[in-house]
T-cell receptor, first 115, second 110 residues
Framework: ETGVTQTPRHLVMGMTNKKSLKCEQHLGHNAMYWYKQSAKKPLELMFVYNFKEQTENNSVPSRFSPECPNSSHLFLHLHTLQPEDSALYLC??????????????FGPGTRLTVL | SQELEQSPQSLIVQEGKNLTINCTSS?????LYWYKQKYGEGLIFLMM?????EEKSHEKITAKLDEKKQQSSLHITASQPSHAGIYLCGADIRTYKYIFGTGTRLKVLA
């Protein structure tokens, strides 16, 4: 138990569906992240929020839309996804944003399958 | 090529054996983090290294960052089945970019 929870743990959706992934951290951290983990590829940073402000968007397609209503919650809204978007989506949090000496704590992930 | 290379990609060892996993960067590492991941689950933070030559240990796992801060090694002594999983290194490379290696998949045979 890392103090970061994600729901749902598994999600299967069609290409025309709209769904949302939720992440919650109970660590009092100020930064939250979304990562995508595909088979045999490095973990890819998607979005970073620091004090509820988006500070990074790593050229992520607009079919992924993040939302951070407060420092404890992070959402990833999904619409018109493609089969290649199937992956494990990991949420993480840290005390500060991307900076030195700032380890991240990860949630268990949401395994997404797009049919 | 990857910015952060891990080797080997996979490793199978007999229980009780020692093993080493390497993480190499072409850029100076300003923070190097080791994580362990069980298949399909989140990452568990193991250790963080920042200073060249720094070495940290936790139980039977030791990690070191070389003097030039471009390579780190993770060493497991007397491996156990509980050590099995995917080991990932992550790094700050001072462009406010946090990158990860592709991981090393470890299997320990009882």
């Amino acid at each position: 138990e890392t103090g970061v929870t994600q729901t749902p743990r598994h999600l299967v959706m069609g290409m025309t569906n709209k769904k949302s992934l939720k992440c919650e951290q109970h660590l009092g951290h100020n930064a939250m992240y979304w990562y995508k983990q595909s088979a045999k590829k490095p973990l890819e940073l998607m979005f970073v929020y620091n004090f509820k402000e988006q500070t990074e968007n790593n050229s992520v397609p607009s079919r992924f839309s993040p939302e951070c209503p407060n420092s404890s919650h992070l959402f990833l809204h999904l619409h018109t996804l493609q089969p290649e978007d199937s992956a494990l989506y990991l949420c993480a949090s840290s005390t500060r944003g991307l900076a030195d000496g700032n380890e991240q704590f990860f949630g268990p992930g949401t395994r997404l399958t797009v049919l | 090529s990857q910015e952060l290379e891990q080797s080997p990609q996979s490793l199978i060892v007999q229980e009780g054996k020692n093993l080493t996993i390497n993480c190499t960067s072409s850029k100076t590492l300003y923070g190097l983090y080791w994580y362990k991941q069980k298949y399909g689950e989140g990452l568990i933070f193991l250790m963080m290294l920042q200073k060249g030559g720094e070495e940290k240990s936790h139980e039977k796992i030791t990690a070191k960052l070389d003097e030039k801060k471009q390579q780190s090694s993770l060493h497991i002594t007397a491996s156990q089945p509980s050590h099995a999983g995917i080991y990932l290194c992550g790094a700050d490379i001072r462009t406010y970019k946090y990158i990860f290696g592709t991981g090393t998949r470890l299997k320990v045979l009882a």
